[in-house]
């Protein structure tokens, strides 16, 4: 026998590898991405910072600050017409809701002296002259705040050019006036939500389901405002993106927001007990330091949002297939055309081939 015949029963080949189940590669590409996350943060960071995060976010804040009150009188007052729709008691209960949920962002001190009073005044009046007046003059503010995040959001995907500079502003203004139509209808829904259901319940579930709601109410209200929040990442790009790729910026800057707020508000509340005033202008200050953190936690998600398609990119959506089609369709049906110029315009054809525009000319000069 020779050494090196294999020995009997034995085949001679390898034995087969056992393939992989199919869940081993997912569960290597969740390990591989949890290992990414620490690069994610820096990256984020660095990238946040080369884009001038603070300069974005102080600007933001300032036209958020500049639209407060006419915003609010271009969207509350429209509720003295569409209120009665949903109730007779629909002011005084979008009123409630607005101070209520106020008071879980913002300072006291904030919401008692410049929101209450602004509501109240607002909520209370439903004349054609506040709305007219006031959604004319939200519009050069509020669109000038929302300008910001647009460009904002895409410069962190790289498309600042992808639009004209007109385009970009007037498209900023259409965003704009879009998210305040849907507000205007939204706004009653969410304050009237809880006692809607509670009349459709039946009386054995009325009790705990009204606690059930009240438990969820301001998660669900969070939520509500981080969907719409990605629904302006998603439409604010020119190339976009899938909604649900979105959806982890919009959580992102939202908790950002939380917790900013939270430490502002014990901040302001110890200067306070301190005896550190500022005076009139304690309010707007505070104020104006919440839309600061806002507008950085909007930037944030952004940045969060394009430093992942960078790590891991997504598939193209159908609208920018459809588009990416159409361009090369037009591409290709124009290079036969310049190649068509090229040859007849070319300089070094000993013979050039006479148009029929040339035969006619020289006919009509014989």
Known sequence: ??????????????????????????RVRTVTRLRRIPELVTHVAVKAWDDSIFAKSAAA?????????PLLLGLLGSLGYVGHWFGPDTVDIVQAKILSFSRNLFS???VDDLIAPTVNDVLRKGHGGV??????????????????????????HGQAEARHPVWQRVFALLLYVGFLLAS?????????????????????????????????????????????????????LHRTLP?????????????????????????????????????????????LLFTFFLGFAVILGAEFNASVQEFWPARATRLSQIKAWWHARQRQHAEPRADEG????????????????????????L
């Open 108 to 110: 006291p001190s904030v």
């Open 131 to 156: 709305v007219s007046v006031g959604f004319v003059l939200s519009l050069w503010a509020g669109s000038s705040a929302m300008a910001t995040f647009v460009d904002a959001i895409t410069a962190a």
């Open 184 to 236: 205007v209808l939204i706004l009653p829904l969410v304050a009237l939500g809880p006692s809607l259901i509670g009349r459709v319940l039946p009386e054995g579930w009325k009790e705990p389901g009204l606690r059930l709601i009240d438990a969820f109410y301001y998660p669900g209200t969070a939520f509500l405002l981080i969907i719409g929040l990605t629904t302006l990442y998603k439409l604010a």
């Open 61 to 69: 804040a300032f036209w958020q600050t500049l639209s407060l009150a």
């Open 243 to 287: 909604w649900h790729r979105l959806f982890g910026g919009a959580l992102v800057a939202g908790v950002f927001f939380m917790g900013a707020s939270e430490v502002l508000r014990r901040y302001l509340s110890w200067i306070t007990k301190t005896g550190i005033s500022y005076g009139a202008l304690a309010t707007p200050i505070a104020f």
């Open 342 to 365: 090229a040859v007849a315009a070319d300089p070094a054809d000993p013979n050039p081939a006479p148009s029929s525009r040339t035969g006619q000319s020289r006919s009509l000069r």
């Open 1 to 26: 026998m020779n050494e090196h015949d294999p020995p009997p029963g034995h085949s001679g080949e390898s034995p087969p590898e056992s393939l992989p189940s199919p869940a081993e590669p997912a």
